[in-house]
């Protein structure tokens, strides 16, 4: 990470500890790439969650106090804007920007670099919230150092995405009862014909100083998921196209047994929603009853062979409970729809 001077002032956030911005970068690989030679959405996820966790790790520790490891608790909507290719460097950029007592807000940006030509282009921005956890109690929430703001309304504004995120986690937690069960000989383009489930054993490679997994490699792992359902509904090369909020519901211990489930909820003439959670399998140390450890909705995209947009076969619903998500996932694509066009209003006004 480079790290500014003491005393700067970042996209109008004042920041007096070292903390003000992260900055990460690294080419990407033939292996971090899909068959069409685009990058896996989960592993530009996973570079944005370390950055994040860079920087608020950072921050929370940057005041006399228990030494702490910020955890990762939701990932707002991130929007995948543009491809990022095979010999393309991409720059992640991290900056904290509102502190609650008990949780930080960071901001990252991703910026692919074509370095041939010189060519940069904005790939993904994203909203994600962290915690800070004591390492010696990781059961123990600590206090956030607070930043200062340039101006009042920026701290209103972050409260307010701090209050709006909150309610929406409660939300999603009460309604997340819901398992995947295997389907029988299933029709194409039906809801049990397309999905899939991922089982992985947590091992100290995917975990954080205090022995639980990183919210990073999560994500990889339901991307993976979601991109296997979506390729078995349509039969053709397929992109991340967006990630609704990731809420991460409760820590996932080293040793614990995981299964990544996905389904999908909802389809566009153009775009395919997939339902992802994690479930998580304890055995080591603390036995338990498996419990649900993160959710999330991905929208995906049905590209040709030159990369343009196809038309995605329908999804058939078939039971009530399957009806009902498919009016659910069109409310959200909707609102998502409506929310895109009014910004696009707003900065053709400017």
Known sequence: CLLPHPAVVRGGFHCRSQEATCRQRRIMRPDDANIAGNVHGGTILKMIEEAGAIISTRHCNSQAGEPCVAALARVERTDFLSPVCIGEVANVSAEITYTSRHSVEVQVNVMSENILTGAKKVTNKATLWYVPLSLKNVNKVLEVPPIQYARKEQEDEGKKRYEEQKLDRLETKQRNGDVIFPVINPEPHTVGYSQSSLIHL??????????????????????????????????????????????????????????????????????????????????????????????????????????????????????????RRFEEGKGRYLQTKAKRQAQMQQAARQ
Do not use: W
């Open 202 to 323: 947590v091992g100290p490679s995917d975990c954080t100083l205090l022995g639980f997994v990183h919210g990073g490699v999560t994500m990889k792992l339901m991307d993976e998921v979601a991109g296997i359902v979506a390729a078995r509904h349509c039969k053709t090369n397929i992109v991340t196209a967006s990630v609704d909020a990731i809420n991460f519901h409760e820590k996932i211990k080293k040793g614990s047994v995981i299964t990544i489930s996905g389904r999908m909820t909802f389809t566009s003439n153009k775009s395919m929603e997939i339902e992802v959670f994690v479930d998580a399998d304890p055995f080591v140390d603390e036995p338990r009853e498996r419990y649900r450890a993160v959710s999330a909705f991905f929208t995906y995209v049905s590209l040709s062979k030159e990369g343009k947009p196809l038309p995605v076969p329908q999804l058939l619903t078939e039971t009530e409970d399957e009806k």
